[in-house]
């Protein structure tokens, strides 16, 4: 069976990718060709997906053969570390594929291009870790030959994990300092609940449900609801009440500010790291 999309860089978003757009029924595993080095990993995703092609470089030329990779129909994802990036497009290019969707962090569109034949399209994502439960917020942004339906191609890839929004190029350095490390901005926020539970005097197992609950319920009435963050926080505080003191405290830490600032510090650092 011809493959549709060839998926370069077999690891834990390539990985995620496979499974989100195998459950979405996006493709068949047999319509997927991976490219992954490693043989470990290799065979965890064949036993995962019986009858997806999972092959190292030398065999991709007869892992495409076949298929149809021009600019308007197929394609590849890059996901590789940044550091590979370049020589896997350059690649992906010599085995005949004229569309990419890379999800490498901080690798700009025309570096990219400059590795690919003549006429080819470049769509570039900022996902983050959440793809590996389908929940995760991708960032897509066109390259400079990529039309209308290019993203539309790309959007429909990246649904298959969780959410996706449109963005200039130049803005993805503030979807890496947001979203892209937003997780671990809210894991630190976890942990430290956790703590804070355990020093009030609650067992720890205790403490890590009631904050792991409280963290998922929140998401969900943000979710659900259609209330803003700000009409939900003034729901649960009343009048002189504790949720206000503990929030009065906070303030006092400024706590607004410190988000402020490690969004402007990741989105700077982003920038650093493209240059
Ligand atoms: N994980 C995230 O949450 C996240 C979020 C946003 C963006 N990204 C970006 O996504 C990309 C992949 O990240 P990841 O977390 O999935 O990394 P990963 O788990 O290390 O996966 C990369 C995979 O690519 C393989 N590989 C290396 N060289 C290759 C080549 N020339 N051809 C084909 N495959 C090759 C690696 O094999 P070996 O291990 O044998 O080298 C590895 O299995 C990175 O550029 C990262 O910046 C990741």
């Known amino acids: 069976m011809p493959i549709k999309l060839l998926i370069v860089g077999g690891g834990r978003i390539g990985g995620a990718l496979v499974a989100g757009l195998v459950s979405s029924r996006w493709a068949e595993p047999a319509e997927i060709g991976v490219v992954e080095p490693d043989v470990a990993r290799r065979s965890e995703l064949v036993a995962r997906h019986p009858g997806l092609a999972v092959v190292d470089q030398p065999d991709v030329a007869e892992l495409v053969a076949g298929s149809s990779f021009t600019a308007d129909e197929g394609g590849a994802i890059l996901a590789v570390k940044p550091e590979v990036a370049e020589p896997a497009c350059r690649f992906i290019g010599t085995a005949g594929v004229r569309r990419v969707l890379s999800v490498v962090a901080g690798m700009p569109t025309d570096r990219l291009e400059a590795t690919l034949p003549e006429g080819s399209v470049v769509v570039r994502a900022m996902p983050n870790t959440a793809v590996l439960v389908g929940a995760g917020i991708s960032a897509i942004a066109a390259g400079s030959r990529a039309r209308s339906f290019d993203l539309q191609w790309a959007e429909g890839i990246l649904s298959a ?23 671990a901005y809210i894991f630190l926020v976890t942990e430290a ?59 006092a830490k400024a706590i607004r500010s410190a988000f402020l600032e490690a969004v402007a510090a990741a989105t700077e650092r982003s920038r650093q790291l493209a240059l």
Do not use: D, F, Y
Request: negative net charge.
């Open 161 to 183: 994990v969780g959410t996706v929004v449109r963005v200039p190029e130049r803005l993805l350095h503030a979807v890496t300092g947001l979203s892209g490390s937003g997780p």
């Open 193 to 251: 609940l956790i703590e804070a539970g355990v020093l009030a005097g609650l067992p720890r197992e205790t403490s890590e449900l009631l904050v792991l609950e409280t963290v998922k319920g929140s998401a969900k009435l943000l979710a659900e609801t259609g209330a803003s963050p700000e009409e939900l926080r003034a729901q649960v505080t009343s009048p002189g009440g504790t949720t206000a003191a503990g929030l009065r405290m906070l303030e």
